[in-house]
């Protein structure tokens, strides 16, 4: 007779690879598709052609698309960096009344979903004349952003040791070379993660990019909504084609990121470093 913890083991590994061949399948027919020149009622297309790729790549102005998507997420992690870094730093090395509500507020745009804080913050932004441009996306995509680098980069300071930038400031170290030399270096680690995560986080952001932009500031997984649920007869294939552009650049900065950062062994690192 097997034992329980076996026949749980064989239930959890069976409804993994039933998500997994799912998954596959769903991921494997848009590929396809996007490929085929006609599909209808056969196992597999009846040719197969990269025309739909051209034709999305200017029927959709991807290439635009691609860029706002690039100016987006570059934006949005160079101000998480330049907010989170510091903000995190002190709540590393301050202790101060209420620090335990401080972190709870930056928890909640990361637990929430979008949707229930987007739409009162799109109103905001509506009403200052704000949203439906650049700066608006920017804006909307910084809230779940800045507190997710704080609470990444909070652990690698507190992992470094005080006495090294005691030692710096009596050498004559101002607060800017203790940041900029000493601790900078060591927290490298702790910066690329934070910022591949919010750059992944940011290129995937539905909900906020799409409550805050106009046809001329969206992003690419919005325009790729947008294309589906718009009026008018599209091929479906040139919408598939673009879907697997989307797929592929998430797919390579995942595999980007997991290849640079390990998120095991991050704070093993930055004490690797110390030591």
């Given at each position: 007779?097997?034992?329980?913890?076996?026949?749980?083991?064989?239930?959890?590994?069976?409804?993994?690879?039933?998500?997994m061949l799912n998954l596959a399948?769903?991921?494997?027919?848009?590929?396809?598709?996007?490929?085929?020149?006609?599909?209808?009622?056969t196992w597999l297309p009846q040719g197969y052609t990269t025309s739909?790729?051209?034709?999305?790549?200017?029927?959709?102005g991807l290439l635009?698309?691609?860029?706002?998507?690039?100016?987006?997420?570059?934006?949005?992690v160079v101000v998480s960096l330049l907010l989170g870094v510091p903000a995190a730093y002190v709540l590393a090395r301050r202790r101060f009344p209420g620090q335990r509500l401080v972190y709870l507020a930056f928890l909640l745009p990361i637990l929430m979903p979008p949707m229930t804080y987007g739409i009162p913050l799109a109103t905001v932004l509506y009403k200052y004349d704000l949203a439906g441009h650049l700066s608006g996306v920017i804006l909307a995509n910084l809230v779940p952003s800045v507190p997710f680098v704080i609470l990444t980069m909070t652990p690698f300071i507190e992992q470094i040791d005080p006495a090294i930038e005691?030692?710096?400031?009596?050498?004559?170290?101002?607060?800017?070379?203790?940041?900029?030399r000493i601790l900078a270096?060591?927290?490298?680690?702790?910066?690329?993660?934070?910022?591949?995560?919010?750059?992944?986080?940011?290129?995937g952001m539905f909900?906020?990019?799409?409550?805050?932009?106009?046809?001329?500031?969206?992003?690419?997984?919005?325009?790729?909504?947008?294309?589906?649920?718009?009026?008018?007869?599209?091929?479906?294939?040139?919408?598939?084609?673009?879907?697997?552009?989307y797929t592929a650049s998430m797919l390579v900065l995942?595999?980007?990121?997991?290849r640079i950062v390990n998120p095991t062994q991050l704070v093993a690192r930055v004490k690797e470093e110390v030591d």
């Amino acid at each position: 007779m097997r034992r329980p913890h076996t026949v749980t083991a064989w239930i959890v590994w069976g409804a993994v690879l039933f998500f997994m061949l799912n998954l596959a399948g769903v991921v494997g027919s848009v590929l396809v598709s996007s490929f085929g020149r006609q599909w209808f009622d056969t196992w597999l297309p009846q040719g197969y052609t990269t025309s739909w790729y051209a034709q999305a790549w200017d029927e959709f102005g991807l290439l635009h698309v691609l860029l706002v998507t690039l100016e987006v997420s570059l934006a949005v992690v160079v101000v998480s960096l330049l907010l989170g870094v510091p903000a995190a730093y002190v709540l590393a090395r301050r202790r101060f009344p209420g620090q335990r509500l401080v972190y709870l507020a930056f928890l909640l745009p990361i637990l929430m979903p979008p949707m229930t804080y987007g739409i009162p913050l799109a109103t905001v932004l509506y009403k200052y004349d704000l949203a439906g441009h650049l700066s608006g996306v920017i804006l909307a995509n910084l809230v779940p952003s800045v507190p997710f680098v704080i609470l990444t980069m909070t652990p690698f300071i507190e992992q470094i040791d005080p006495a090294i930038e005691r030692a710096a400031r009596m050498c004559g170290a101002g607060t800017l070379q203790v940041f900029g030399r000493i601790l900078a270096p060591l927290l490298v680690p702790g910066i690329l993660a934070a910022s591949i995560l919010v750059l992944v986080r940011t290129i995937g952001m539905f909900e906020l990019t799409f409550l805050t932009a106009d046809e001329e500031s969206s992003t690419l997984v919005v325009k790729l909504y947008a294309e589906m649920a718009s009026p008018g007869i599209r091929a479906q294939q040139s919408i598939d084609a673009m879907a697997v552009v989307y797929t592929a650049s998430m797919l390579v900065l995942l595999v980007l990121a997991l290849r640079i950062v390990n998120p095991t062994q991050l704070v093993a690192r930055v004490k690797e470093e110390v030591d």
